[in-house]
C-alpha cells in the first residue's frame, strides 16, 4: 500500500516499523566493537543469524544483511578517525542511525569503476576546505530510509588544497537533511518489499567527512575492494543457503504427504531425481558456506574466493528454487500463506543480480582475475 499526495508516492509509513525494530534490538550492529555499544560477531555468527533471519523473510535478510556488510559502520571500524568512530558507532550500534551505502550511478550496472561522480575540492567564503560534488547514484538499498549515508565518488584537487590526501575515489558521509543531500526516490525491486532508491543532490562536504579523515583523501577503492568481500562472501551466500534450506526442508516433507497417481511423489523417480539436486546443491552451498566463513574468521579476506561464493551460491540457490518449483506444481504457482516458495522465488535474481552481477564476476573476477593469475602459466602467455 501506498500514501498518494499531489507529487508523490511514498511507501506506506507501517513498512518501517520492522526496520525500526531490528535497528533498535541492535540486529544492524554485528560488525561494531563492543565499546561503542555493539554486538561483535565472528563471521560463522554472522552468517548463521543472516541465514536465520532470511529463512523467516529474504526482504528482513536483505534489510540487516546491508549495515552489517559494505557500508558506513565498516568502513569506520575499519578506516574512520576516532572522532568519526565516537561520534557514529555508537548510534548505529544502538539503531538511532540506520545506514546505507551509494557507490554507483545510473549507467553503472556492475562497472563500480565506471563513470561515478565526481567531486573536487575547494574553499568556502570561511575559508574552509569543502568537496563540491554532484552526486546522482542509482540503487542503493536502505537508500530511503538511512539517516547516515557513505558516497563514493572520484576526488580532483585541481587547486592543489590537500595537504595530506591525493585524487581518487574518495569515500564520505553525509547525515540525512545536511549539505542538499536528497533521498526522495523509491524503487521496487521484483516487489520484495526492502527499501531501495536514489540518493541525489548538489553538496558540499567537509573535508572532515571524509572517512579516515583528509589523509584518506584517494584511498577509497582500496578501502572498499576489502569491505566488499562481506557482501559477496557472507552476506549473499547466507541468503542462498536460506532459500535453499527452505526449499529442502519443505518438499522433503511436501514429497511424503502428497500423492498423485495413487502413489506419494517421493516414489516417483522423476520427481527423486529432482529432489536429489535440491539436496546435492544445498549441501554444497552449506559446506561452501562453512569453509569460507572459517577462512574469513581466520583474518583472511580472500577477494577472488569470496566472488566465486557469490557466484555459485545464488546461482546454485536458484537452481535449487526451480527444482523445487517443479515439485511443488500449481501450489507454488499460486499467491497465498500457504505457498512457502514464492517469496524466495521472487527475491533469487536479487542477490544474483546485486554486487556484481554473476555474468561479470564469472568473467571478470572468477576467470580474469583468479584463473589467470593463479595459474603457473597462462597469466606469463597472456602478458
Known amino acids: 500500500m501506498c500514501i498518494r499526495d499531489s507529487t508523490r508516492i511514498y511507501p506506506n509509513d507501517n513498512n518501517n516499523k520492522w526496520i525500526e525494530y531490528l535497528a533498535k534490538n541492535k540486529f544492524f550492529s554485528f560488525l561494531i566493537d563492543p565499546k561503542y555499544g555493539g554486538i561483535k560477531l565472528s563471521v560463522n555468527e554472522l552468517s548463521n543469524l543472516l541465514t536465520k533471519v532470511t529463512s523467516r523473510d529474504p526482504t528482513l535478510g536483505v534489510i540487516t544483511m546491508v549495515p552489517n556488510s559494505l557500508g558506513p559502520g565498516e568502513l569506520l571500524t575499519m578506516y574512520g578517525t576516532e572522532q568519526q568512530k565516537n561520534k557514529y558507532l555508537p548510534k548505529l550500534a544502538s539503531g538511532e542511525m540506520i545506514p546505507c551505502f551509494g557507490l554507483t550511478g545510473p549507467t553503472n550496472g556492475s562497472d563500480a569503476t565506471g563513470s561515478i561522480d565526481e567531486g573536487e575540492v575547494i574553499l568556502n567564503d570561511k575559508g574552509d576546505k569543502i568537496v563540491n560534488v554532484v552526486i546522482n547514484k542509482r ?32 569515500v564520505a558521509l553525509i547525515e540525512k537533511n545536511k549539505y542538499g543531500l536528497k533521498q526522495l526516490t523509491h524503487h521496487n525491486p521484483m516487489n520484495a518489499g526492502f527499501p531501495n532508491g536514489t540518493l541525489k543532490g548538489s553538496i558540499q562536504i567537509p573535508v572532515e567527512n571524509i572517512i579516515g579523515g583528509e589523509k584518506n583523501a584517494g584511498n577509497g577503492w582500496k578501502m572498499l575492494m576489502e569491505c566488499l568481500s562481506a557482501g559477496r562472501g557472507i552476506s549473499l551466500p547466507a541468503t542462498a543457503n536460506a532459500s535453499s ?100 522465488y521472487r527475491s533469487a535474481p536479487i542477490g544474483i543480480t546485486v554486487e556484481g552481477s554473476n555474468t561479470l564476476t564469472r568473467s571478470l573476477i572468477v576467470f580474469g582475475q583468479g584463473l589467470n593469475k593463479s595459474h603457473p602459466h597462462i597469466f606469463e602467455i597472456l602478458d
Open 139 to 170: 540503487y542503493i538499498t536502505l537508500g530511503p530510509v538511512a539517516n547516515l549515508v557513505g558516497v563514493a565518488f572520484k576526488l580532483k584537487d585541481k587547486y592543489d588544497l590537500l595537504d595530506k590526501g591525493k585524487q581518487g575515489v574518495t
Open 245 to 344: 534450506k527452505v526449499a529442502s526442508f519443505g518438499i522433503y516433507h511436501y514429497i511424503k504427504v502428497r500423492d498423485q497417481f495413487n502413489m506419494p511423489l517421493e516414489n516417483m523417480e522423476a520427481i527423486q531425481e529432482k529432489f536429489n539436486k535440491i539436496i546435492y546443491n544445498t549441501w554444497i552451498i552449506q559446506s561452501s558456506i562453512e569453509l569460507t566463513n572459517d577462512i574469513l574468521d581466520s583474518g583472511s579476506s580472500p577477494a577472488v574466493i569470496s566472488a566465486i561464493m557469490k557466484q555459485q551460491t545464488t546461482e546454485r540457490g536458484r537452481n535449487v528454487l526451480n527444482e523445487a518449483l517443479d515439485i511443488h506444481g500449481g501450489a507454488g504457482i499460486c499467491l497465498g500463506y500457504s505457498n512457502f516458495l514464492e517469496k524466495f
